[in-house]
């Protein structure tokens, strides 16, 4: 009986504190033009959810449990709508400008390791035509 009484609402009983579960209906639809806060809270609370046997969740919280596992957003958004936080691209471009750094130091030690070989060549040449050994 408790359990029909609390199925629209999600109650913390000894708290007394009511909690009422964000809407679901159409998430896919609306998802791109949602708030961060709200989509966080959205995917914190379909991971509680999911905490128990997906039997005992409704069908409208297993289909959005799914698109947000799943669905076209985020890095599986198709090329020019993803939704990149500033964190990652401050990130990627970190991580881009060391690998430029690293290429640019690459291309000097190649170029002072041909000059310290050709001088080592002359050296041996030098070396060999006055018979030193």
Same mark, same amino acid.
């Given at each position: 009986?408790?359990?029909?009484?609390?199925?629209?609402?999600?109650?913390?009983?000894?708290?007394?504190?009511?909690?009422?579960?964000?809407?679901?209906? +159409?998430?896919?639809?609306?998802?791109?033009?949602?708030?961060?806060?709200?989509?966080?809270?959205?995917? +914190?609370?379909?991971?509680?959810?999911?905490?128990?046997?997906?039997?005992?969740?409704?069908?409208?919280?297993?289909?959005?449990?799914? /698109?947000?596992?799943?669905?076209?957003?985020?890095?599986?958004?198709?090329?020019?709508?993803?939704?990149?936080?500033?964190? /990652?691209?401050?990130?990627?471009?970190? /991580?881009?400008?060391?690998? /430029?750094?690293?290429?640019?130091?690459?291309?000097?030690?190649?170029?002072?390791?041909?000059?310290?070989?050709?001088?080592?060549?002359?050296?041996?040449?030098?070396?060999?035509?006055?018979?030193?050994?």
């Amino acid at each position: 009986m408790l359990a029909r009484l609390a199925a629209p609402r999600q109650v913390r009983l000894l708290s007394g504190i009511g909690y009422i579960p964000p809407k679901l209906d +159409e998430l896919s639809k609306r998802w791109p033009e949602m708030s961060g806060p709200l989509k966080e809270e959205i995917v +914190e609370y379909l991971t509680w959810r999911m905490e128990d046997s997906w039997k005992t969740m409704p069908r409208e919280e297993i289909k959005a449990a799914y /698109f947000i596992s799943y669905g076209p957003w985020g890095p599986r958004s198709p090329s020019g709508q993803g939704q990149l936080s500033p964190a /990652f691209l401050v990130w990627k471009g970190l /991580f881009n400008a060391i690998l /430029f750094l690293a290429l640019g130091v690459s291309i000097v030690n190649l170029k002072r390791d041909k000059e310290l070989e050709e001088k080592l060549k002359r050296l041996e040449e030098q070396s060999d035509s006055s018979g030193l050994s």
